[in-house]
């Protein structure tokens, strides 16, 4: 294991103490802290934002996990990626039964959910906003897709987007059984 490696184990474990949401928390945080938009971090801003949260890393530290995750050579980590990599790995059977959850919602097959999938699965009828006229049924279907996605917003979620949303609580269930009941469940599978 390098440096970085122990390094991202030493965040995971802070993380994964705060329960379910410590990665999302983490995620969500830091996409707010990201002001310029460019889903980047430099070592300063990495630290003070780890630091707000009660996570610890020294400069040498933040500067490692910086060049890992810096992929066009301007001195910061690219967001999205850190925060990938920060998850637990998750094992085949949770995969599997994420990606059956996710070729329900993809009824057109080509590897985005989008409303128009959602329509042949759900109806967005009984929401509340629906019901008093507020919002679409459309507009219902979209909120819930934004649930899935992480920060670009774009209408059409792809499984990547579909895992990375189940990791936070995958590393919250002790066991395989435990997970994929929940997902069977919740997913009428």
């Not at 507020?134 to 987007?161: C, Y």
């Amino acid at each position: 294991m390098d440096t970085v490696d122990g390094i991202m184990e030493k965040l995971r474990a802070q993380c994964l103490s705060r329960g379910a949401s410590g990665i999302q928390g983490l995620a969500r945080f830091f996409r707010r802290l990201d002001k310029d938009g460019s889903r980047s971090l430099d070592a300063g801003e990495l630290r003070r934002g780890l630091a707000e949260r009660g996570l610890a890393l020294d400069a040498a530290e933040a500067d490692a996990v910086c060049q890992r995750w810096d992929r066009d050579g301007s001195g910061t980590l690219d967001l999205e990626e850190f925060l990938r990599a920060l998850r637990p790995p998750m094992s085949q059977a949770r995969k599997a039964v994420i990606a059956a959850a996710f070729a329900k919602l993809d009824r057109s097959g080509d590897g985005v959910v989008t409303v128009e999938d959602l329509r042949g699965v759900y109806s967005g009828r009984a929401h509340p906003k629906v019901r008093s006229g507020e919002w679409t049924e459309d507009e219902a279907l979209r909120h819930f897709l934004d649930t899935f996605e992480a920060s670009d917003k774009d209408g059409q979620v792809t499984l990547e987007e579909f895992q990375d949303h189940y990791s936070g609580l995958s590393a919250a269930m002790d066991t395989d059984e435990e997970f994929v009941a929940m997902m069977t469940n919740a997913w009428r599978l």
